[in-house]
């Protein structure tokens, strides 16, 4: 699978003051939607954030919402899969169902839901929506409810459900998503908690890691958990693609990017990791611009380093950001034909 992650909120996944401006606004996203439909890529996926950063560059503080933008991008697009994200903590169950399926029936079956458990304190928090009492374990909890109640209501005529967090009587929502058997589920997360939500309910995981091995390590360890629960499940993984017409001006234009880190926005966004106070500064610096496993180089070989990194991490897919999204989803669309023929794409079996 070969996706895009949408530049949803300014700054888009590099953090610096010299890369080319990315406002995150819904025109921005349209001509990436398009161009995303037109060259053949499998999905377009948009984050949801209410929050930014800071720093020189405000990072992240203009953004669009997730799930009416998909709709937008729906109709803008024909073949493309289109995945919104929400936060389980945020939505109640039935309305996201009713959400998700207003946003398949736009598509005509092409929808998807990115499932995330987790939130950042100061972002909930500002709204009122951040609770101490909820430990990790209990967020998932939460979660595995929700994504019950909504699957539930995307097939039968009525959910009755008595959990710690939702209580659903005789609740329905009609009609039914067109999708078959339903809308693909998405979500992401590397602690053990996180692997077993995602391979009982999600189609396909993402997982990140601060290394390579470490993103092998855990790619093998989602499908060794599937497996003992008699399922398969995709695996995909971020990648930053910078190029240039040569290897030299590519490194050349990374090594603008590292010049004009906004360390302040890096900072903040540590923190928001969990990262403590002590460590930020020097944890700025060594994660750099992209906190994402990125290939730099010529077109040819960024196609070569792409091919590396999923046989590598025995990955299913990548879901791919640029600098500039116009220049670099162009560029990809040349070098996809072959990564296809490497990679061709394989039907999934739902959670």
Known sequence: MFGVFLPIANGGWIVSKNT?????????????????????????????????????????????ESMTMMAGLAEA????????????????????????????????????????AGAYREEFSQMGAWDDSLSHGDRYQLTEEWITIIKR???????TFKGRFFD????????????????DLIAAGQ???????????ADACFIGGRSVEERRGHSRRAREIAAEKGKTIKVCAMCTVIHADTDAKAESMLQRFEDGADLGAIMAQMKSWGIAPDSLAA????VGVSQNHSVVGSP??????????????????VMLIFPDYKVGLEMFGDI????????PAQNHEPA
């Open 300 to 317: 040819e070989t960024c196609r070569e380093k792409i091919e590396e990194y999923m046989e590598t991490c025995d990955l299913d897919g």
């Open 191 to 201: 602690s053990d908690r996180g692997f077993d939500f995602s391979t009982t309910h």
């Open 283 to 286: 944890m700025a610096r060594k």
């Open 168 to 183: 659903m009587e005789d609740c329905q929502s009609d009609p039914k998503p067109i999708s078959r058997p339903r809308p």
């Open 336 to 343: 996809l034909p072959k990564l296809r023929q490497r990679f």
């Open 20 to 64: 080319p401006t990315l406002d995150g606004l819904y025109e921005t996203n349209r001509e990436a939607a398009i161009t995303a439909d037109r060259i053949g890529l499998d999905f377009i996926m948009s984050m949801a954030k209410f929050r930014g950063f800071g720093g020189e560059t405000n990072h992240w503080a203009t953004s669009m």
């Open 153 to 159: 209501l995307w097939s039968e005529p009525s959910v």
């Open 77 to 116: 697009t024909k073949t493309v899969k289109v995945w919104a994200t929400v936060h389980a903590l945020l939505s109640n169950p039935a309305v996201v169902a009713k959400m998700v399926t207003t946003l398949d029936h736009i598509s005509k079956g092409r929808a998807g839901l990115n499932i995330v």
